[in-house]
């Protein structure tokens, strides 16, 4: 009596292991391409710090075998790595050269201690400020309870243009009491940080400061002044500056240019 194999007893052939279906390949494979895309972007990540740290001697990065090897990767990670910074504008790749790096260097903004900006970055270059606007106005709800004033209340109202060496660098808009901001009229706010005046006006320094910082599109305004293409990322600070007796006293919107400059800090842990 013949006995078919795979469902027979003991002893006969057992089964053939079942082929994948056919729908599971490409399974597989976009798992591959998945997978390369992560460790594209995870060698990216460790290549941009490089690059904004100044890391490759003369602005050139090494060759892609080079690479591979020294963060264990295929070559297709490589390039998929360096397409992507070149995406960001950091890199561009010429042929018989090699990739360099082509972005302008990010300046570091800490986080650590509260300064304003040219006293932030005076080791880097000279910060000038182009004031577009400064005034009393009548305080938007939202600002007259941030800075704990009666509704319909006057504010100062301070928008300035921060360029380093000439570069834009970001677009600061500030709202101050006017029984303090007031005085600021009179003050070289071309030249002079706003913490700097504030602490000569109250005739001591500045007490403690709440920060938020997220990543925004450019509105039309802000694009034309930080000359960056309209919806760009921009970093947007919000920063309320108290006095050492509580009181704010200075509350300000600053949209940086993410391509120019990189925040930082030191945390300690507690529990």
Known sequence: MRQHHGDGPAGTFPAMPAEPAPASLPVAAARRRRLRVDQARQLADLLRHQ??????PGGVLPLEHAIAADYRVSRNTVR???????????VERHPGVGTVVVCEKKYPHGLDRLQGLAETLHEHGRVTNEVRTVGPVRAPSPVAHRLCLPERSDVLCVERLRRLNGLPLSLDLSYLPLDVGGELLGCDLENTDVFRLLESLTGGPLGHAEVCMEAVNADAHSAAVLQVPRGAAVLMLERMTHLPDGRPVDLEFIRFRGDRISMSGVLHRSL
């Open 51 to 56: 690059i904004l740290a100044g890391g490759f």
């Open 80 to 90: 998929q790595a360096l397409e992507m910074l070149r995406d960001e504008q950091l």
